[in-house]
């Protein structure tokens, strides 16, 4: 019988520690988890205003389309439905700017200001010019269709509301 003795037999294998668990999370996790909430929560804030100051264009669009310009055969209906386009283009302003600034504008300074706000000169020099009396003239000339083209083409656009912010803080 061989009874050397052998010190090897009685080491063990190796044994590899257990893998680190999920939780709890690193500290690194947390601030990418952090950081990643707040971008969401920024860029959720950013749609939001950017949906809330988009909504009165669409509204005013919609009543400048909403006004009737097929068959004005007379005067009378001419002067309403240009009424109608000054009052909706007052509204748009008083919103944009204030009533402070816009409730004492009227005539050329009226044009004046719709030309700052659409960065163009349709208002003083094209067919906007109707806007500023034309609800009081007794025979309107000019095309109501090409002017109602016109004020939504310079008006809906969104330099509308970066002009309007230039106005209001330039006026302060």
């Known amino acids: 019988m061989n009874t050397s003795f052998d010190p090897l037999d009685n080491l063990r294998d190796i044994h590899l520690p257990d893998d680190p668990g999920f939780w709890p999370l690193a500290f690194g996790w947390w601030l990418v988890g952090f950081l990643s909430l707040l971008a969401l929560v920024l860029l959720f804030f950013a749609i939001k205003r950017w949906y809330l100051r988009r909504v009165p264009l669409k509204e005013f669009k919609r009543q400048m389309l909403s006004i009737p310009l097929d068959n004005l055969d007379t005067d009378r209906e001419r002067q309403t439905a240009v009424a109608a386009m000054s009052s909706t283009v007052r509204q748009l302003c008083v919103y944009l700017l204030g009533r402070e600034t816009v409730a004492s504008v009227s005539g050329s300074a009226l044009l004046t ?29 000019g095309d109501l269709v090409e002017l109602r083209h016109v004020v939504l083409e310079q008006l809906t656009k969104w330099s ?6 230039k106005i209001t803080s330039y006026e302060r």
Do not use: H, M, Q, W
């Not at 200001?113 to 000339?141: C, H, M, Q, V």
């Open 160 to 165: 509308v509301l970066r002009n309007a912010k």
């Open 113 to 141: 200001l719709l030309d700052k706000l659409s960065a163009s000169t349709a208002f003083s020099l094209g067919p906007g010019k109707i806007l500023a009396t034309g609800s009081y003239e007794p025979s309107i000339r």
